[in-house]
C-alpha cells in the first residue's frame, strides 16, 4: 500500500458489517484513502462475510478475536504491515461514532487533515486525566510515521482485559508522550470555551459540533437520545438502523 491508509476496526456480533460502518469506509475510500477493515468478533470467521463489491475495493480485511479492544487491534496489524515506508499518512479510526452526516463536511474535513502542519492530527480532544486527542479517529502525518516514538507506542500495546484500562494506558496517554517526544499535535475541533462539559463535547455538546462541521455523532449519543426530534433532524434516517447501536 502507498499513500493514505486507513485501519477501521470494528465490533461484530452479526455476521455482517453495520450499515453506519459501510458508509464510514465508503467515503474514506471515495476521499482516496485505502481503507484496510479490522473486525474484532467472537464469531467465527467463517460466519462473517462482506459484501464482494465492497472487499474487492479494500486494502485489506481482517478478521480477529476481540482481545484488547482497538488499540491492540491497530497494533496488531501495524506489525503486520511490512511496507510503512510508503505510507504519506496512518488513519486509526473504529465505529464508535456514525457517519459522515454530511458529505460536504466529511470533504472539508478530509481537506483540513491533509493540510494541517502538525504531525499527528484528531478530531476532537478532551481534558479529562490529561489533555489529549479522543482516539476514534486519529491520523498520523508522514513525520509522525517516520518518528522512533510512535514506532516504541505500537511496540508496547499489549491487549489489556477491559475498556477501561485501555483508556487510561493508551488513549489518555498517546498524546502526551508523542508531544514529550517533540510531536506536535491538533484538535479540528477544540473544546468549546464555555462549556461546562469540557471533557467531552461529543457527549454534551455534540449537536454543537455538527453546527460546526464536525461530521458525526457518537453511538453513544444515539443510544441515549435516539428518539430525539433533535437526532431526526441532524442525523439521515438511514444511520439510525438499530444494528448501529452494537458496540461494545
Request: hydrophobic fraction near 45%; aromatic fraction near 12%.
Amino acid at each position: 500500500m502507498n499513500g493514505d491508509v486507513c485501519f477501521f476496526v470494528t465490533f461484530a456480533v452479526r455476521g455482517e458489517l453495520k450499515v453506519h460502518v459501510r458508509w464510514h469506509i465508503e467515503h474514506l475510500l471515495r476521499s482516496g484513502i485505502k481503507v484496510v477493515l479490522i473486525v474484532n468478533t467472537e464469531l467465527p470467521h467463517s460466519s462473517f462475510s462482506i459484501n464482494p463489491d465492497l472487499a474487492k475495493r479494500l486494502s485489506g480485511a481482517f478478521i480477529r478475536q476481540n482481545f484488547g479492544f482497538d488499540f491492540a487491534a491497530w497494533a496488531h496489524l501495524y506489525h503486520l504491515c511490512t511496507d510503512r515506508e510508503n505510507w504519506t499518512r496512518l488513519f486509526l479510526v473504529n465505529d464508535s461514532i456514525v457517519g459522515p452526516l454530511d458529505a460536504a463536511a466529511f470533504d472539508t474535513m478530509i481537506e483540513r487533515i491533509r493540510a494541517s502542519r502538525a504531525d499527528f492530527v484528531g478530531l476532537t480532544q478532551s481534558k479529562a486525566t490529561l489533555l489529549h486527542l479522543q482516539s476514534y479517529f486519529l491520523v498520523f502525518q508522514t513525520s509522525a510515521l517516520r518518528s522512533a516514538a510512535l514506532s516504541q507506542v505500537f511496540q508496547r500495546i499489549v491487549c489489556l482485559p477491559s475498556k477501561d484500562q485501555v483508556i487510561a494506558v493508551y488513549e489518555t496517554q498517546l498524546t502526551q508522550r508523542l508531544a514529550a517526544s517533540g510531536l506536535s499535535f491538533e484538535a479540528l475541533f477544540p473544546q468549546f470555551t464555555d462549556s461546562i462539559h469540557a471533557d467531552n463535547d461529543t457527549y454534551y455538546r455534540w449537536d454543537k459540533l455538527v453546527q460546526v462541521g464536525f461530521p458525526f455523532v457518537k453511538v453513544v449519543v444515539l443510544k441515549m437520545r435516539g428518539n430525539s426530534a433533535l437526532v431526526s433532524r441532524l442525523v439521515p434516517s438511514h444511520l439510525l438502523e438499530g444494528e448501529t447501536l452494537d458496540r461494545r
